[in-house]
């Protein structure tokens, strides 16, 4: 699991930008499936057996309904989400009952539905491989595993003499269990073992080639994911997860189609639903264009089911196929029509503002300053102290510095509907609230209310649209774009990339949804350990 919860509306929707997939291009079609996940209402109590089976069955017969809708719809591949069908917040011996054992896929061939009898106690296993072969599917499932060590060999292996793993399980379409991966970054999972040695796990399909495999608060690290797609060229991941939402910058569908976005992959995301947690959102992500779905008030699970384009470059042939992937990282630039070198960075001349923003208007800015230059602040966003300047007026020319790290922004408000107070932040430093690492952080966001110490809170609706060109002086590569808009309904950039060394930007004008949320969330992984 990863991150806390808040409240909003329910949502489907197809978000659709630059899509230059041809109609002849391969595709396959894939679904996704939400789940609320029928909890242990006493997890830290050791159960029997019959009894872990009994709760799993029920979220099993769940998976069995959706599995056989999705293939009716076409699916090739479905996603269900981590922890859905035990749930969560176990010790480690209260979760004994629900382990079983996965093989090593790239030891052992085996299909559970074919030959149930080879290995004792993997009913679930059993099932999930059934539901794959009885509708042709291949199936992404997380369940919790063991793993018999030896501590006389293995001086990493617990105690108890087993690892106890946070594991997703790939079976193919006739039932046979094709992948295994265990999750590397665990997110305050006492049941669980991070695995000794790091996993980098892929599988082939016949209908799309590649893809990776990764869990939840693994979106965040460089290991495994960044080296799946970077270094092994890996462009479609599966993507289990149980997120809680935590605006303004890490919503589960918010950072889903920023890392599907930036780094030019195919992300099925299937998230858990369980409202008194703030858990939900999922979705079918392109670089181009996403199905999503947050629904953070009701009690019922959602498919969804999408066709999408092949992106494995093993399988596109050379030419126009391949001309279309995206380098990991590099941006998107405008590709309607072609644009000069000298116009790649702004979206408007910045001569068209002046030096500093135009004179304060009511509403514009903080309560207790209108002053025409505005002042820098410190307020809390997301546990980290950002250093902030309020907009103020209808356009400007704003910078925010912390430290060395600068955040730059041309704005011009195109509606005045209501009093919002909208802030430029910018973070330079190490995340230390559930979890380490290290971010560079320029940040547009919608306040809470007028004050200044509402900037950094959680909002989901806004009615200002805001056009927009940011850029910030990153000494990292790896910057995830993203634009969250009134009503947790994602948007994207016009286009995004390096204007020069260090310095990466986004535009985006002619929205039609008020704007919340326009973050570059840069990850530094290489000082994740300072």
């Not at 409202?275 to 779905?293: R, Y």
């Not at 356009?395 to 510095?401: A, D, M, P, R, Y």
């Amino acid at each position: 699991m990863a991150l806390c919860g808040f409240a909003a509306p329910i949502l489907a929707v197809l978000l659709s930008g630059i899509h230059p997939v041809r109609a002849d291009d391969p595709s396959y079609v894939a679904a996704v499936y939400e789940h609320r996940v029928v909890l242990n209402p006493d997890p830290r109590e050791p159960v029997e057996r019959s009894a872990a089976l009994e709760h799993m069955n029920k979220n099993l017969d769940v998976f069995e309904e959706q599995t056989a809708l999705a293939a009716k719809q076409g699916a090739q591949i479905i996603v269900f989400p981590e922890d859905a069908i035990h749930g969560f917040n176990y010790t480690r011996s209260s979760i004994a009952s629900y382990l079983e054992t996965v093989p090593d896929p790239g030891r052992v061939t085996w299909s559970p539905c074919a030959d149930p009898d080879r290995f004792q106690n993997t009913e679930v296993l059993h099932r999930l491989s059934c539901m794959a072969r009885k509708n042709h599917i291949f199936l992404v499932a997380n369940m919790p595993d063991r793993q018999v060590c030896d501590r006389l060999v293995d001086p990493l292996c617990p105690l108890d003499g087993q690892y106890q793993f946070n594991t997703d399980v790939v079976f193919s379409d006739n039932g046979t269990i094709v992948a295994r991966y265990h999750k590397q970054n665990l997110y305050f999972e006492a049941a669980f073992d991070a695995p000794p040695k790091r996993e980098y796990v892929t599988f082939t399909t016949p209908f799309a080639g590649r893809f990776g495999v990764f869990t939840c608060f693994d979106i965040l690290f460089r290991e495994p994911v960044v080296t799946l797609v970077k270094d092994m060229g890996i462009r479609q991941l599966v993507y289990p997860t149980a997120w809680m939402n935590q605006l303004p910058l890490l919503a589960a569908v918010q950072f889903q189609h920023s890392f599907s976005y930036s780094a030019g992959v195919t992300l099925l995301a299937a998230n858990v639903r369980a409202a008194a947690l703030g858990m939900t959102g999922s979705g079918i992500f392109t670089p181009w264009d996403a199905l999503h779905h947050h629904d953070a008030i009701g009690e019922t699970g959602k498919l969804l089911v999408k066709r999408l384009p092949v992106l494995d470059p093993s399988v596109l042939e050379d030419g126009a196929g391949k001309a279309w992937l995206l380098v990991p990282f590099s941006g998107h630039p405008k590709v309607e029509v072609p644009v000069e070198e000298s116009e790649k960075e702004e979206p408007w001349p910045a001569s068209s503002f002046s030096p500093m923003q135009s004179g304060p208007e009511p509403g514009y800015c903080p309560k207790e300053d209108c002053s025409e230059e505005p002042i820098p602040f410190t307020s809390k966003m997301m546990y980290d102290n950002f250093t902030l300047v309020a907009l103020q007026g209808r356009e400007g020319n704003l910078t925010v510095c912390d430290g060395s790290f600068c955040c730059h922004l041309l704005f011009r408000r195109r509606t005045t509907a209501k009093r919002e107070l909208y802030a430029l932040g910018a973070f330079d430093g190490l995340h230390v609230v559930h979890g380490t690492y290290y971010l560079e952080v320029c940040a547009l966001v919608r306040c809470t209310g007028l004050e200044k110490e509402s900037c950094g809170g959680e909002t989901e609706h806004a009615q200002t649209l805001v056009d927009f060109h940011m850029h910030g002086t990153f000494s990292t590569e790896h910057v995830y774009a993203g634009v969250l808009v009134s009503g947790m309904t994602l948007d994207r950039p016009d286009r995004s990339g390096w204007a020069s060394k260090g310095r990466f930007y986004m535009t985006r004008t002619g929205m039609t949804t008020g704007l919340v949320t326009a973050v570059l969330y840069g990850r530094v992984y290489e000082e994740d350990s300072m």
